[in-house]
């Protein structure tokens, strides 16, 4: 017996996407700006420090560094971030090893993670997506 069950149907899903590829829809210039919608929005939790709710640097960072914005020292994490895209995926990505030691955090370092975004970037990606089916759609 399930205590929880969820069923779907997506058949209209199914419909409107085989439409899409009848008239030569092709997701990878969509999931581009879908990555670049991820990556502004990486951007922009770099600029608000975390919407302002990264914690604050520790004094003995202050006295060794001087007074910078959180996770800008230098600007080469804060600049690292780039997009990824094919057909079926979009992505913002760093390539700077040490962030791993923010996304978490850890002992000695507070968590600052720049790629956790708030779940309003997943809707508009799921809104411009939809849009962008639906125009190519009735264009044709």
Known sequence: M????VTTDFGEVKDLLGRFRAVGGNFAPIMQV??????SAVSDRYQSEGDGQWPAHAPATVARM???ALMQYKGILS???AADWS????????SVDY??????GGSKIPKRNPFEVNDSVFDDAEGY????VIALL???
């Open 99 to 104: 962030v791993k030691y923010h996304l978490e």
């Open 34 to 39: 879908v990555a670049e919608m991820l990556v």
């Open 87 to 94: 057909e079926s995926h979009a992505e913002a990505y760093t």
């Open 66 to 68: 001087g007074p910078h």
């Open 79 to 81: 600049g690292s971030t």
């Open 129 to 132: 997506i939809m849009a962008s």
């Open 2 to 5: 399930a205590l929880v069950e």
């Open 138 to 140: 009735e264009a044709a």
